[in-house]
């Protein structure tokens, strides 16, 4: 499975990652923070057709181009259930407090813990992490972890945000990510990569 990743929005320097299946060359796009067409034109560009936008949670540094790439793709948005409501309202994906009011079409799919989604040949796991935002998730790969605002480099996502839960966090973060191989590759919502094992040894927010 093949992974790049783009910067679209500078203000909140989301990661937006295309993954796909280099073979059958059929992908996703995960967390499309903006500039919708950039991100299809690249896909394009890569050679393969997007079948999935997959948001890890509703908020609005994430969702910001999901209706204009639909349009372009005919692409499934899949969000978990519990963030579906963050998707058309900018009071709830907060958008609006940053004077960027951000709307997404209702998904098309819900997202639930365990489930697992087909990119050509390849398969991602779905991992229900709450904890930043109720319906947070990660995304488990052949030996990476796509890991949206729970996990990143030797720091976590936001808990003082309305919906979030500091306590969730650690326990998604624990019983969820830490019990995965130390040599698995993380790729974070914001920042560089990192793996399990750094973070088990490094993160000040886990406390066992």
């Not at 990476?144 to 500091?166: A, M, N, Q």
């Not at 966090?169 to 990510?177: A, D, H, N, V, W």
Request: net charge negative; aromatic share 8%; with cysteine.
């Amino acid at each position: 499975m093949q992974i790049k990743k783009l910067i679209l929005l500078e203000t909140f320097d989301t990661n937006t990652y295309l993954i796909w299946d280099r073979i059958e060359k059929v992908g996703t796009v995960i967390d499309p923070a903006n500039k919708a067409e950039v991100i299809f034109k690249e896909s394009q560009r890569l050679g393969f057709e997007i079948k999935y936008i997959i948001n890890t949670h509703g908020h609005g540094d994430h969702i910001g181009a999901n209706g204009k790439l639909k349009e372009l793709t005919g692409a499934e948005i899949c969000i978990h259930q519990l963030d579906n409501d963050k998707l058309k309202n900018p009071e709830l994906n907060f958008s609006i407090f940053f004077d960027y009011h951000v709307t997404s079409p209702s998904a098309d799919r819900f997202l639930e813990d365990n489930e697992i989604i087909s990119i050509g040949s390849e398969q991602l796991k779905v991992l229900h992490t709450p904890g930043h935002s109720i319906g947070s998730i990660c995304l488990l790969g052949n030996g990476f972890l796509i890991s949206g605002d729970t996990l990143f480099f030797e720091g976590v996502g936001r808990t003082d945000l309305p919906g979030s839960d500091e306590n969730e966090l650690r326990q998604s973060i624990k019983e969820k990510l830490f019990i995965l191989p130390d040599r698995t590759k993380v790729f974070p919502g914001h920042g560089g990569v990192t793996t399990i094992g750094h973070e088990k040894s490094h993160n000040p927010f886990i406390i066992f």
